[in-house]
């Protein structure tokens, strides 16, 4: 398996996932370097749902293995919201910012901590076989900003055992706990040891 089609269009996940499959020999290839693709729509109402539809739709256009994933930030005192519409919590064409400033507004006045985790869920799919992998990362949202790497929801998450937000931390400080780093590290681990 030399080449797998990454089902994204985020600079920070495309980024953070041909980190994972650095040591591989297995190319990642960002799904907009093989033509253009209509934006899929993610209306599924689990993030297996959303991340199987990425990659049976991008599977079908290009005719590759596809990688795919979906992932979220599920916060115990909004009921696990945002969950799958965590990208765009704030509305269509919302950007980070309107993102975070959402969810700060919404836990306004709620004690602290605020728990939360995020959640990835990682998909392989070849017309054939489908691989699954689970991610997560438990930490908690603070009222501030702090740090400028990554991307989301990392300026205002901690996680669980850290001083740090997500995006104080380097990429490689950042791939060895997060949950995408996780899900991506085990569904990597399933392609190498399994014929599919």
């Not at 370097?33 to 599924?44: F, N, V």
């Not at 009921?79 to 064409?93: D, F, H, I, T």
């Not at 991610?135 to 901690?158: A, C, Q, S």
């Amino acid at each position: 398996m030399g080449k797998l089609v990454f089902a994204s269009t985020n600079e920070g996940k495309i980024k953070e996932v041909c980190n994972i499959f650095s040591d591989t020999g297995i190319s990642i290839i960002p799904m907009n370097e093989l033509g253009s693709i209509p934006e899929i729509e993610e209306d599924g109402l689990t993030f297996e749902d959303n991340a199987f539809k990425k990659a049976k739709i991008v599977f079908q256009k290009f005719g590759l293995p596809t990688i795919a994933d979906d992932s979220g930030l599920s916060i115990e005192q909004l009921g696990g919201r945002p969950g799958v519409l965590s990208a765009r919590y704030a509305g269509e064409g919302c950007s980070y910012s309107d993102n975070n400033e959402k969810v700060l507004s919404e836990l306004d006045g709620l004690p602290e901590p605020h728990r939360a985790q995020f959640i990835t869920m990682a998909l392989f799919y070849n017309g054939r076989a489908v691989q699954r992998a689970v991610g997560k990362l438990p930490g908690k949202i603070i009222h501030e900003y702090r740090g400028t790497n990554g991307f989301g929801y990392d300026p205002i998450f901690v996680p669980d055992g850290y001083e740090l937000t997500l995006a104080e931390m380097t990429l490689e400080e950042k791939n060895r706990i997060s949950h995408r780093a996780k899900a991506f590290n085990e569904l990597k681990e399933i392609l190498l040891t399994t014929e599919v």
